[in-house]
């Protein structure tokens, strides 16, 4: 199978995604929203695998599922054959025998999607809902949706992404998918949270310095379960928020018409001051409505490829 078809048979990065592949996707979701009747499929198939926690990603896929008319198939990671040895191929072949159409998966492993599309005789769709610290597709293209509803265009757009960044697969979409629509990504947070591999797309500086010229900034989740034994044992919630958080008197340096973004969930008062989560310039729970219309046209795009081959 050619890597073309691979990556319109899945969705597990936006690494080889064209801006304007992006867009169509962003314009699919943003019909859904304005009421776009789903496209009736044959009878489709979902099962959600997800070997994280997770509340909005996999509530939303779920949600998305329903509006599509698929049916859902119960996959508990827990008590799962995974658990007695097998492979993550052999429970996939397992559900695609079943009838299975799209495996939505969360791993805490990094690409782990890589070997799995290596092998041709795997016709089950993949959806990547997050690879360790690699990728977030679906959480990317539902930001870049939520940007455009404020701005309509990225070209020449500054957009800050801040926090815990080496650690974040939302980072890495993020700053990949901004770069390829032209906006202008800058980077703050912790040095040591700063990974020079982002350093092609954008520019870290100093956070006080960037925030007043920014349109979108970018909060991220510190991520605390993927930190180092000696980073967590470091780590003050109140010392974080002085140097790095969004505090109310940053956020009243900040362009009038900027926007506040995070891919929750939100440790309020860390990331965040508490009282600018709901606040006029916040899109976080406006992120969370569009990522059910984002996953609708993502889960509709592999379908649709399943019915022409």
Not at 48 to 57: I, P, V, Y
Not at 134 to 143: E, I, K, N
Not at 232 to 241: A, I, K
Request: with cysteine.
């Amino acid at each position: 199978m050619m890597m073309a078809e691979r990556i319109q048979r899945n969705m597990v990065t936006v690494d080889h995604m064209e801006a304007d592949d992006a867009l169509d996707l962003i314009h699919e979701a943003q019909a859904y929203k304005e009421g776009k009747k789903p496209e009736l499929f044959q009878k489709a198939y979902a099962a959600n695998l997800f070997f994280e926690d997770s509340t909005r990603t996999k509530s939303s896929f779920q949600m998305a599922e329903n509006k599509l008319g698929m049916e859902m198939i119960k996959f508990d990671a827990s008590t799962s054959s995974v658990n007695k040895g097998e492979t993550l191929y052999d429970t996939l072949k397992t559900l695609e025998s079943i009838g299975v159409n799209v495996a939505v998966i969360r791993h805490p492993e990094t690409e782990y999607y890589r070997d799995l599309l290596k092998h041709d005789d795997l016709k089950i769709s993949i959806v990547n809902a997050g690879d360790g610290s690699g990728q977030h597709p679906s959480q990317c293209l539902l930001d870049m949706m939520t940007i455009a509803e404020d701005f309509k265009s990225f070209h020449n757009l500054k957009a800050l992404i801040v926090g815990d960044i080496k650690h974040s697969r939302v980072a890495r979409s993020n700053a990949q998918m901004l770069h390829s629509l032209g906006a202008q990504v800058y980077f703050a947070g912790p040095k040591e949270w700063f990974d020079k591999d982002f350093e092609k797309y954008g520019t870290y500086g100093d956070l006080d310095t960037l925030l007043p010229e920014m349109d979108v900034v970018n909060l991220l989740r510190v991520q605390n379960e993927r930190l180092n034994a000696t980073e967590g044992l470091n780590f003050d919630c109140d010392e974080y928020h002085q140097q790095f958080g969004l505090t109310k008197e940053r956020a009243a340096k900040m362009k009038k018409k900027a926007i506040i973004i995070h891919p929750a969930p939100v440790n309020r008062g860390v990331e965040i001051d508490s009282s600018l989560v709901e606040g006029p310039q916040s899109r976080i729970f406006e992120q969370m409505k569009n990522g059910v219309f984002v996953r609708m046209a993502i889960l509709s795009r592999v379908l649709r490829y399943q019915e022409v081959m």
